[in-house]
């Protein structure tokens, strides 16, 4: 595994939608793995692909290190409800942070790293963070939903 470079705020690569992943090969789960370890090297709990130079829609979430490791390839929101607000931070965008208004349940599909059909369902934390990755396929950075953005101090964090 690999430890990628993490793209900030100001490239061009943030702010493009992503294209579909073809085919799930060695290839993508080799940049799945780089993913996590990028992620895990900057304490993040979720990597899109895009965030590394990578403009695919398919992105990584592990809100708990000792927790599971969500990978969706190709992912699809299927439901969402109620409302939370809350702060958010990303790692293309480091040192700061803001207040977000994202859906409290949500449920995503996709594909694994093995190609096969996966379902996820999750609320408060999960769903932000399926949310938030979920828009950078989509080229949207959490800067431009967010009110309050400010420099997280290191109390803060």
Known sequence: MALRKILTEGDETLTKVCRPVGEVTDRIRMILDDMADTMHDANGVGLAA???GIPRRMFIVQIDP???MYELINPEIVETSGEQYGEEGCLSV???????KRPNYVKIKGLDRN???VEY???????RAFMHEYDHLDGILYTK????IHYA???EE
């Open 145 to 148: 939903k967010a009110d309050d």
């Open 153 to 155: 101090d290191s109390e």
């Open 94 to 100: 480091p040192g700061y942070v803001g207040m977000v």
């Open 66 to 68: 000792e927790g599971p």
């Open 121 to 127: 369902e999750g609320e408060e934390l999960l769903a």
């Open 115 to 117: 190609g096969d059909s």
């Open 50 to 52: 895009p965030q590394v």
